[in-house]
């Protein structure tokens, strides 16, 4: 990923950018840039004055750059945000047709009665299926039907 185009500019030029996206907002409306694309799209079109084709790493820098410095009235020099990398898990709750290849080991004397050994071992209860290893997955159809967004994980600063 790369960095913000926007790092680049200096106070002054950031300052009525910002002016003009708070204009566009009314109250705390500013905080829902990546809720909604009409609001995503006025950042985008107050970033594009500046002659950059705008990236969501320029909106994210903007959003941060407006957090960071509301409560001191974007006081000249403005506190810069720095970039970090973050890992994001979701849990995807899924409904799916799939063929799981698991590898399970077993031991024996003759390979002829392994696959026969194995099912016995099974039936018995000694063994099952899915103690083993999944290996290759085969998904035939899927329908995902609910996404839970954790927590983020700082990686490193950039």
């Not at 410095?69 to 006081?75: G, L, S």
């Not at 390979?111 to 290893?133: A, C, H, M, P, W």
């Given at each position: 990923?790369?960095?913000?185009?926007?790092?680049?500019?200096?106070?002054?030029?950031?300052?009525?950018?910002?002016?003009?996206?708070?204009?566009?907002?009314?109250?705390?409306e500013w905080r829902n840039a990546f809720e909604d694309s009409?609001?995503?799209?006025?950042?985008?079109?107050?970033?594009?004055?500046?002659?950059?084709?705008?990236?969501?790493?320029?909106?994210?820098?903007?959003?941060?750059?407006?957090?960071?410095?509301?409560?001191?009235?974007?006081?000249?020099?403005?506190?810069?945000?720095?970039?970090?990398?973050?890992?994001?898990?979701?849990?995807?709750?899924?409904?799916?047709?799939?063929?799981?290849?698991?590898?399970?080991?077993?031991?024996?004397?003759?390979?002829?009665?392994?696959?026969?050994?194995?099912?016995?071992?099974?039936?018995?209860?000694?063994?099952?299926?899915?103690d083993g290893e999944i290996i290759k997955t085969e998904v035939h159809d899927s329908e995902s039907y609910?996404?839970?967004?954790?927590?983020?994980?700082?990686?490193?600063?950039?």
């Amino acid at each position: 990923m790369e960095r913000s185009s926007l790092e680049r500019f200096n106070d002054k030029i950031l300052i009525k950018i910002i002016d003009n996206i708070l204009k566009d907002f009314d109250g705390d409306e500013w905080r829902n840039a990546f809720e909604d694309s009409s609001y995503y799209d006025t950042y985008q079109s107050n970033i594009e004055a500046l002659g950059i084709d705008v990236e969501t790493i320029d909106v994210d820098y903007m959003y941060s750059l407006i957090t960071l410095n509301i409560r001191d009235d974007f006081k000249i020099p403005l506190n810069r945000p720095n970039l970090a990398k973050y890992a994001q898990d979701v849990n995807v709750t899924e409904r799916a047709i799939q063929t799981n290849r698991f590898r399970n080991f077993v031991y024996s004397y003759d390979e002829n009665i392994v696959s026969e050994k194995f099912r016995f071992e099974e039936n018995e209860g000694t063994l099952s299926i899915y103690d083993g290893e999944i290996i290759k997955t085969e998904v035939h159809d899927s329908e995902s039907y609910d996404w839970d967004y954790l927590s983020p994980i700082k990686i490193k600063d950039i």
